[in-house]
């Protein structure tokens, strides 16, 4: 089979990307990612015929519960979240091959029980079965989960053939460069970096998976993406709800933690590096990293590349909203960033002088992720004066809610006289495809049972990211609320993180 023939940027879900027999363990079965995407995703995927024949869910967490019970969660989960309705037929086939087993995360006994019970599957089946072991759990169990699937053998199950056992870890990855450090010496203590696939959801979105399919198999923009032609890079990840009930867990994180340090630095690194040799995962990887390497260390000064706000009470869709300080379980002084603004530079031949400007922030005017690339506008005058409303091109992917692309170019208005205003292209994938298109769970869980690490972040790729941010998150620990702006809720985001624009005569897009 050619590689173009089954790589994921270049093809959709379809049924010639067989996955071999395995059995999928959740770790954290009864958590709230198992219901609104694992589960659903399964489902989806059986509905599409990719599941293999001999393939087997089992969920793993401290609540005893029966494997009736955990068939039942799993059905009312479908019937709730999935982007299809349940089926009788489909959901019986998983039900069939749909257990539990109850034990703690820090229990090697229950990790026997478990390996035990993946040997009776083997067995049952006639042949080896993939382990692909899904820890869908809070970060501070990662390491006991990690030890324990090596001191019961199950880490390398099936180890030096193609069946064996991955690994899937959830974000986050990590605080900070330490506890990244720690977390990746704790895998390579257990598994080899091919076991190990660390998800980013983003990376599943079609949008993003299409950004390096337009850069290289369209001709019209390679040659232009570069210092030459473009002016800035904007990427936003805007969101319109507050913390809600989530205050407690979010004063731990914060918008860079949360947003900027994983999901908008892959999206950079996409964005912004050269051609891969191949469409290996690896090569892709290779130019990542070569990339990420390439950013510079960040200015903490007073007009540096980085703002801070938190949001303040406001107006969202007609209804007052209240501040960070006023939310439930939220310090009266709290120094938890809800926005982050990040100017970046990129010290390599193709983005030198090229800005690249990174924001996310809660309570923002829409929810909405977004990559725009501003090209320069035209050299001299012909289109100079007031009867000329000219824009720059700029070439945006939407990456959510509604994702495709769009590019904006001038255009003559209709009359006798000669007067121009932007106007925009635009491609939608609901309009195009149909919008009942694969959830981002869906790709990411086949592509680690047929063993595609494409669209998975590799170890150094999450410490050069860390390495790049712990500077900044260290001086904002130390700084308390000196800096930090605020935004009224419903709003674009803070008058400083305006100013890492003005500096270069530029101004945040309102997509």
């Given at each position: 089979?050619?590689?173009?023939?089954?790589?994921?940027?270049?093809?959709?879900?379809?049924?010639?990307?067989?996955?071999p027999p395995t059995a999928v363990v959740i770790f954290g079965a009864s958590g709230d990612l198992t219901a609104r995407k694992l589960?659903?995703?399964?489902?989806?995927?059986?509905?599409?015929?990719?599941?293999?024949?001999?393939?087997?869910?089992?969920?793993?967490?401290?609540?005893?519960?029966?494997?009736?019970?955990?068939?039942?969660?799993?059905?009312?989960?479908?019937?709730?979240?999935?982007?299809?309705?349940?089926?009788?037929?489909?959901?019986?086939?998983?039900?069939?091959?749909?257990?539990?087993?109850?034990?703690?995360?820090?229990?090697?006994?229950?990790?026997?029980?478990?390996?035990?019970?993946?040997?009776?599957?083997?067995?049952?089946?006639?042949?080896?079965?993939?382990?692909?072991?899904?820890?869908?759990?809070?970060?501070?169990?990662?390491?006991?989960?990690?030890?324990?699937?090596?001191?019961?053998?199950?880490?390398?199950?099936?180890?030096?053939?193609?069946?064996?056992?991955?690994?899937?870890?959830?974000?986050?990855?990590?605080?900070?460069?330490?506890?990244?450090?720690?977390?990746?010496?704790?895998?390579?203590?257990?598994?080899?970096?091919?076991?190990?696939?660390?998800?980013?959801?983003?990376?599943?979105?079609?949008?993003?998976?299409?950004?390096?399919?337009?850069?290289?198999?369209?001709?019209?923009?390679?040659?232009?993406?570069?210092?030459?032609?473009?002016?800035?890079?904007?990427?936003?990840?805007?969101?319109?709800?507050?913390?809600?009930?989530?205050?407690?867990?979010?004063?731990?994180?914060?918008?860079?933690?949360?947003?900027?340090?994983?999901?908008?630095?892959?999206?950079?690194?996409?964005?912004?590096?050269?051609?891969?040799?191949?469409?290996?995962?690896?090569?892709?990887?290779?130019?990542?990293?070569?990339?990420?390497?390439?950013?510079?260390?960040?200015?903490?000064?007073?007009?540096?590349?980085?703002?801070?706000?938190?949001?303040?009470?406001?107006?969202?869709?007609?209804?007052?909203?209240?501040?960070?300080?006023?939310?439930?379980?939220?310090?009266?002084?709290?120094?938890?960033?809800?926005?982050?603004?990040?100017?970046?530079?990129?010290?390599?031949?193709?983005?030198?002088?090229?800005?690249?400007?990174?924001?996310?922030?809660?309570?923002?005017?829409?929810?909405?992720?977004?990559?725009?690339?501003?090209?320069?506008?035209?050299?001299?005058?012909?289109?100079?004066?007031?009867?000329?409303?000219?824009?720059?091109?700029?070439?945006?992917?939407?990456?959510?809610?509604?994702?495709?692309?769009?590019?904006?170019?001038?255009?003559?208005?209709?009359?006798?006289?000669?007067?121009?205003?932007?106007?925009?292209?635009?491609?939608?994938?609901?309009?195009?495809?149909?919008?009942?298109?694969?959830?981002?769970?869906?790709?990411?869980?086949?592509?680690?049972?047929?063993?595609?690490?494409?669209?998975?972040?590799?170890?150094?790729?999450?410490?050069?990211?860390?390495?790049?941010?712990?500077?900044?998150?260290?001086?904002?620990?130390?700084?308390?609320?000196?800096?930090?702006?605020?935004?009224?809720?419903?709003?674009?985001?803070?008058?400083?993180?305006?100013?890492?624009?003005?500096?270069?005569?530029?101004?945040?897009?309102?997509?």
């Amino acid at each position: 089979m050619a590689e173009t023939s089954r790589h994921p940027f270049l093809q959709g879900l379809s049924k010639h990307r067989g996955a071999p027999p395995t059995a999928v363990v959740i770790f954290g079965a009864s958590g709230d990612l198992t219901a609104r995407k694992l589960i659903p995703a399964v489902y989806n995927l059986a509905a599409d015929n990719l599941l293999p024949p001999d393939f087997h869910l089992s969920g793993y967490g401290r609540k005893e519960i029966s494997n009736d019970a955990f068939r039942d969660l799993a059905a009312e989960a479908i019937k709730e979240f999935s982007r299809r309705e349940l089926s009788d037929d489909v959901w019986d086939r998983i039900a069939a091959k749909t257990t539990y087993v109850a034990g703690g995360y820090d229990d090697p006994a229950a990790f026997d029980r478990l390996a035990a019970h993946l040997a009776q599957i083997d067995k049952e089946v006639g042949r080896d079965v993939q382990p692909l072991f899904y820890m869908s759990t809070p970060p501070s169990v990662f390491a006991p989960i990690l030890r324990n699937l090596g001191a019961s053998g199950l880490a390398e199950k099936h180890l030096g053939t193609s069946l064996h056992a991955k690994v899937i870890i959830e974000k986050p990855f990590g605080r900070d460069l330490e506890s990244a450090l720690k977390l990746n010496g704790t895998i390579r203590e257990v598994l080899q970096e091919h076991q190990v696939y660390r998800i980013d959801h983003y990376l599943g979105k079609e949008t993003v998976q299409d950004l390096l399919v337009q850069r290289f198999s369209n001709a019209i923009f390679e040659p232009l993406w570069n210092r030459n032609y473009i002016d800035n890079v904007q990427i936003t990840v805007s969101e319109e709800v507050g913390v809600g009930t989530r205050g407690g867990y979010y004063e731990q994180s914060g918008a860079l933690r949360d947003m900027i340090q994983n999901h908008t630095m892959q999206l950079v690194a996409l964005t912004a590096m050269e051609p891969p040799v191949s469409l290996d995962a690896e090569a892709i990887r290779d130019e990542k990293m070569k990339l990420l390497r390439a950013i510079q260390p960040l200015d903490l000064g007073p007009n540096g590349d980085v703002a801070r706000a938190q949001y303040a009470a406001g107006m969202i869709a007609g209804k007052p909203e209240p501040g960070y300080l006023e939310e439930a379980g939220i310090a009266a002084e709290s120094s938890t960033e809800t926005y982050a603004g990040i100017r970046l530079s990129i010290n390599n031949w193709r983005w030198q002088g090229v800005p690249f400007y990174l924001r996310s922030g809660k309570r923002m005017a829409r929810r909405v992720t977004e990559i725009a690339v501003q090209f320069k506008r035209p050299p001299g005058t012909l289109f100079a004066g007031g009867a000329f409303d000219l824009a720059a091109n700029t070439l945006s992917f939407q990456i959510q809610p509604d994702e495709g692309l769009s590019l904006v170019l001038n255009g003559k208005v209709p009359g006798l006289e000669t007067r121009t205003q932007p106007v925009k292209m635009n491609f939608s994938y609901s309009t195009t495809f149909g919008s009942n298109t694969p959830e981002a769970y869906e790709r990411l869980v086949l592509d680690a049972m047929i063993g595609d690490g494409t669209l998975f972040i590799r170890g150094d790729e999450a410490e050069t990211s860390w390495k790049l941010y712990t500077p900044l998150l260290e001086a904002w620990a130390e700084a308390g609320r000196e800096g930090m702006g605020s935004y009224a809720a419903g709003s674009w985001g803070p008058a400083n993180a305006d100013e890492l624009l003005v500096a270069r005569e530029h101004v945040w897009r309102k997509p």
